[in-house]
């Protein structure tokens, strides 16, 4: 179960921004396969790995799944894109 920060805190997004959201978990579904509920789950999980070791803008974070060509070149294969805006580093190795 993931938890919508913005809901708790009282930022809301205004509703042309719902829509893209929902319309671009409709449109990765249909590229990959997954449902948008499973797409939901391995956000919150890489949040979640990340956290450990990182503090993350959360508010900026864009985790997409997109098409790209495979190595070989000769297939379009699924790949995840993640764009996460990173703080300040946890204890760098210390």
């Known amino acids: 179960m993931l938890i919508d920060f ?4 009282g930022r809301s997004k205004p509703s042309k921004d719902v829509a893209k959201e929902r ?12 449902s948008p509920e499973f797409l939901e789950m391995v956000k919150g999980e890489i949040i979640k790995v990340i956290q450990h070791y990182m503090e993350i803008d959360e508010s900026a974070l864009d985790i997409q799944l997109t098409r790209t060509k495979s190595e070989e070149g000769d297939r379009v294969v699924p790949a995840l894109v993640a764009n996460i805006p990173i703080k300040n580093v946890k204890n760098a190795g210390k």
């Open 6 to 9: 913005s809901k708790i805190f």
């Open 23 to 34: 319309l671009q978990l409709v449109l990765i579904h249909d590229r990959a396969n997954v």
